[in-house]
C-alpha cells in the first residue's frame, strides 16, 4: 500500500512538471512610443487634475502592475489595458536640462526596452528652417492634403522647441511638434488661394523667430 501511496506522488508530481514545462512563455514588455518624448525645463505636459505632469507610454505587453522607471528609478504608475502607461513626473525631474532613459518594468521583474526621454532648456540658438515641403503648389489646389481634407506642410529645420509656431505673412497657424527639426503646420485655403509668395516663420517660446523661407504660389 505505501508503495502505490508513493508511486501515486511522483505521479502528481511529474505532471506538475509536465504542466510546468508545457506553459506559455508570456512576451516581455515592449515600449514604442512617449508622449511627449520631449518637454522644456521647467514647464509642465499633459497636466493632471491634480495639476501634476504625466508621461505616457505606448507599446505591447504593459501588463497590469508594471511600472514606468527614469534612469531606474520607479515613478507612480497607472495600470493600463496592455498598450499603454502613463506615470507622474515630479518637477525636479523636468527642473532643468536632462536626459532619461525610461523601460517599464512587469511585476514579474522583467524589463522593457529602453526609450531616450529629453528635457531641452527653455532657450536656445534661433530656430533656423532649412526646407519646406512642399516649397511651391499651384494656387487654389490643396496639397499634403491630410484625413480631414485640410493642407499640411512640413517644416526641416534645426533648434525647434516644443511649444515652437508656424508664422504664415506673420499669422499664426496650427502647428505640431514633431522634434527639434521637424514642424507641421496646417496651411488654411486662403493661404494658397491666388498665385504669390508666402513667408514662413518659425516663433520659438522663448520669442526667437528664424529667418524666414518662402513659400511659391504658381498660377
Known amino acids: 500500500m505505501r508503495f502505490f501511496s508513493i508511486l501515486l506522488a511522483f505521479l502528481v508530481l511529474s505532471s506538475c512538471v509536465s504542466e510546468k514545462e508545457k506553459a506559455p512563455t508570456l512576451p516581455g514588455p515592449r515600449i514604442d512610443r512617449l508622449v511627449p518624448d520631449k518637454v522644456v525645463e521647467g514647464q509642465p505636459f499633459q497636466p493632471?487634475?491634480?495639476?501634476?505632469?504625466?508621461?505616457?507610454?505606448?507599446?505591447?505587453?504593459?501588463?497590469?502592475?508594471?511600472?514606468?522607471?527614469?534612469?531606474?528609478?520607479?515613478?507612480?504608475?497607472?495600470?493600463?489595458?496592455?498598450?499603454s502607461l502613463a506615470a507622474l513626473v515630479p518637477p525636479p525631474l523636468f527642473a532643468k536640462p536632462a536626459g532619461y532613459v525610461v523601460t517599464v518594468e512587469t511585476p514579474d521583474g522583467r524589463t522593457s526596452n529602453p526609450l531616450a526621454w529629453i528635457v531641452l532648456a527653455k532657450t536656445g540658438p534661433a530656430p533656423e528652417i532649412r526646407s519646406l515641403h512642399p516649397d511651391t503648389t499651384p494656387a487654389a489646389k490643396p496639397f499634403n492634403v491630410q484625413p480631414n481634407g485640410i493642407s499640411a506642410m512640413g517644416i526641416?529645420?534645426?533648434?525647434?522647441?516644443?511649444?515652437?509656431?508656424?508664422?504664415?505673412?506673420?499669422?499664426?497657424?496650427?502647428?505640431?511638434?514633431?522634434?527639434?527639426?521637424?514642424?507641421?503646420?496646417?496651411?488654411?485655403?486662403?493661404?494658397?488661394?491666388?498665385?504669390?509668395?508666402?513667408?514662413?516663420?518659425?516663433l520659438n517660446p522663448d520669442g526667437k523667430r528664424s529667418p524666414a523661407k518662402i513659400l511659391n504660389i504658381t498660377n
Open 48 to 83: 493632471q487634475p491634480n495639476g501634476q505632469s504625466a508621461l505616457s507610454v505606448l507599446g505591447a505587453n504593459l501588463v497590469k502592475g508594471s511600472r514606468i522607471k527614469l534612469n531606474g528609478m520607479p515613478l507612480e504608475t497607472a495600470s493600463s489595458d496592455g498598450a
Open 156 to 202: 526641416v529645420g534645426i533648434n525647434f522647441l516644443p511649444g515652437a509656431k508656424v508664422l504664415l505673412n506673420d499669422k499664426e497657424v496650427e502647428t505640431t511638434f514633431g522634434n527639434t527639426d521637424q514642424l507641421g503646420a496646417v496651411i488654411p485655403p486662403e493661404a494658397f488661394a491666388k498665385p504669390g509668395k508666402v513667408s514662413v516663420v518659425i
